[in-house]
Nanobody
Framework: QVQLEESGGGLVQPGGSLRLSCAAS????????MSWYRQAPGKQRALVAS???????NYADSVKGRFTISRDTAKDTVYLQMNSLKPDDTAVYYC???????????????WGQGNQVTVSS
């Protein structure tokens, strides 16, 4: 079983910055991909950014140049640095981690509890 603990959300003014963190713990043998998704009211959950075990990154067009995803392999933690925030970035942000379980060698995927990010003046 793998648990994810998110932190770092909150209220910020347009143009401001926030950093989200997501730490994984539990029966982890290896982590393949760590991702951030977001879900705004009335919309479907959508991928924001992802990072692979080889540090290859992928971003939604709407956040390119403003958001940066990174990971600390030693801590099994993924970060999302969000700069130049806009009201349209307001959403609940979820981390998602996929990898191999140390319990049975099978693949796991786990979701964080979600963190509210509100961009408003």
């Amino acid at each position: 079983q793998v648990q994810l603990e998110e932190s770092g959300g909150g209220l910020v003014q347009p143009g401001g910055s926030l950093r989200l963190s997501c730490a994984a713990s539990g029966s982890i043998f290896s982590i393949d991909v760590m991702s951030w998704y977001r879900q705004a009211p009335g919309k479907q959950r959508a991928l924001v950014a992802s990072i692979s075990s080889g540090d290859s990154t992928n971003y939604a067009d709407s956040v390119k140049g403003r958001f940066t995803i990174s990971r600390d392999t030693a801590k099994d933690t993924v970060y999302l640095q969000m700069n130049s925030l806009k009201p349209d970035d307001t959403a609940v942000y979820y981390c998602d981690v996929g990898g191999k379980s140390s319990r049975d060698g099978g693949f796991f995927t786990s979701w964080g509890q979600g963190n509210q990010v509100t961009v408003s003046s």
